[in-house]
């Protein structure tokens, strides 16, 4: 209610401006369609870490067309703001060009909330949830913008890939559950 998009649709960017994060792409690929989606808005929720470098993002976004439909809050968000807004997105676009190491965190908090995530392929991340995201086919914001255009068109895919998530989140462990699972895998190995 406070970013006024109580009962608008939304796509929703939660991160850094990173470029290997895709907070750009998503950005290009939104402004790109827009006219296509003028009921949807695009809403970037910016995280402000200490090394995160804003300037060539406040450069793109200055040079983008559709400035009105695209928000970026810099707020710091309660994790129940957070998830709430999570909860509302009609999808969270999560289109990283790389991800250096494990599953982000992110995929599993937006996921567990029952929202489909748009991303691009990335090995052992969109291996292991392939059958709840809706994957772009190639790394660039063309092809991010179509598949965008395809969901928001497509509500059953939509609700489909959003059951998907939530069954999924419901199978994978807790951190409780993934603590205990290394405990024992690493008692094994010692003995």
Known sequence: ERLHLYKNRFL????????????????RAFDYIADQLPDFRLVLLMRRDVSSDFSEFERLVQSIQ??????????RLTPQQLKACFSAAYAVLLPF???????????FE???????????RNEGTTDYL??????????NF?????TIVGLCRNPTERNSLANKAQELMSKHPSWNESAKI????????VL
């Open 110 to 120: 937006v996921m567990s909330c029952g929202t489909p995530v748009i991303s691009f």
């Open 12 to 27: 929703l960017f939660s991160g850094a401006p990173a470029q290997i994060r895709g907070s750009q792409m998503a950005i």
């Open 182 to 189: 290394w405990i024992q895998a690493i008692e094994h190995s």
């Open 130 to 139: 392939h059958s709840a995201l809706k994957i772009a086919p190639k790394r």
């Open 97 to 107: 060009l790389l991800i250096p190491s494990e599953i982000p965190l992110t995929y």
């Open 66 to 75: 559709h400035k009105n439909q695209i928000l970026i809050c810099y707020d």
């Open 142 to 146: 063309r092809d991010l913008a179509q």
